[in-house]
């Protein structure tokens, strides 16, 4: 759907944050016959709807938004607004529209568009990718799930968007390129089941798309993708992938994987992805190897993403916040299980099956601290209980829990929070579970 196909139809616009603000911005031109702004709840994110967002779309809430949408056509809703929603099952079930603010942007853009999602690794590789068309001589614009949203970017001849599994189900066009890193389990609760997660995620591959790059290591994407799409396989043997510690092209050496700062096998796959997907939006990427090589080199990790933080103490803190799935947590432990590590684990509770993680420990036989912290960090502590080597502690949050790993962490230690569960309920969101982090290793510090 096009925001120019919004002119003489009844629209709500469903949330209040960044996505909402610029859904309204951007609707309002086009005249539709009605334009309101509604929130079932109050958020931590939420915006001071007054001024002239007020005057362009007056806001309902609660009750109030409930009887409004039952004269609405179409539901503009922010990431984050569940599919099972009831709201919004009964407006389908009236024949009305449900799309997003990336869908209606996506209509006229995405042409000049990479799209980039996974379980995990979506971060990472959309950065990845905006840095090395720029190092290889095809600037963009980055937003999307990072940065800036959709309908606030600015106009530009080439663009790389993450975008979330709430992104996703609602686009009716592709990018022209797509980059799929993963799939895990993940936001059972906002899509109903596993299945119709995976089914959201990968609507973003099933609109015409010109090329898919996929992650060829991943057996759900593998199973799941339909084999008449335009599929182009990455960290495989025939195409981009990391051996004996270099990056090759098939058979062809590019250059040493070390250039690439950032730790794990996770990020060599992302950046295999990356390359793929670069070569996919046009780049030759053997014969521009001395930008990309530089654009490699150049990379800094995202914040909060595996950041390594100092400490007078000689412990190393490592900032990892990003962390909402267990298979996020798996590659961070593995990244530093070799030195002696304490890990700190838990948030809002979705209903993710941690098993993964236990079986991770049972395999590597990797030796830990495991502080647990609220809503989930007991959940996960039960799972992983038994483990030989593996000690659990529960903390009644985080600045306990960084307390706790002061007193349990032996000098040179590594103290990890990777939490495996999303921040919301104690926190606004990752950023700011980051900086309570951040705050209470500055006020234990020695």
Known sequence: MHLQELTGRRVAVWGTGREGIAAAEAIHPHRPSRLIAVQDKATFLATDWTGRLAEIAPLFTDADAHRELQSID???RSPG????????????????IVTGGTSLWM????SRTVGVT??????????????????????STLGGNIGIAALSLPESEHYVLELSAYQCADLDDSPRVVALTSLFPEHLDWAGSEERYYHDKLNVAMHGASAIVYNAQDSRLIARLPADLPLIPANSPESFHVADGWVFRGGERLFERSLLKLLGRHNEANLCIALAAVEASGIDVVSSLPGIVAGVAAYEALDQR?????????????????????????????????????????GENRGVDYGPLRAFFEEK???????????????ILDTLQGLPGVR??????????????????????????????????????WQHRSRVFREAIEATAP
């Open 306 to 346: 595996l950041t390594p933080l100092r400490d007078p103490s000689g412990l190393t803190f490592v900032d990892d916040s990003l962390s909402t799935i267990p298979q996020s947590a798996i590659y961070a432990i593995e990244a530093y299980a070799g030195r002696p590590l304490t890990v700190i684990l838990g």
């Open 81 to 96: 607004i569940a599919q099972v929603h009831p709201w919004i099952v009964e407006h389908r079930a009236r024949g009305g």
């Open 74 to 76: 179409v539901i503009v």
């Open 107 to 110: 209509a006229d853009h995405a």
């Open 118 to 139: 996974g379980s995990k690794g979506k971060s990472t590789t959309t950065t990845l990718i905006h840095q090395l068309l720029a190092s290889a001589g095809r600037p």
């Open 392 to 429: 659990t502690i529960l903390a009644e949050d985080l600045p306990a829990a960084v307390r706790l790993s002061r007193e349990t962490t032996p000098a040179g230690g590594v103290v990890l929070l990777s939490p495996a569960a999303p921040s919301y309920g104690r926190f606004d969101n």
């Open 365 to 379: 036989k990797v030796e830990a601290t495991l502080i647990g912290i609220p809503d989930s960090g007991k959940l």
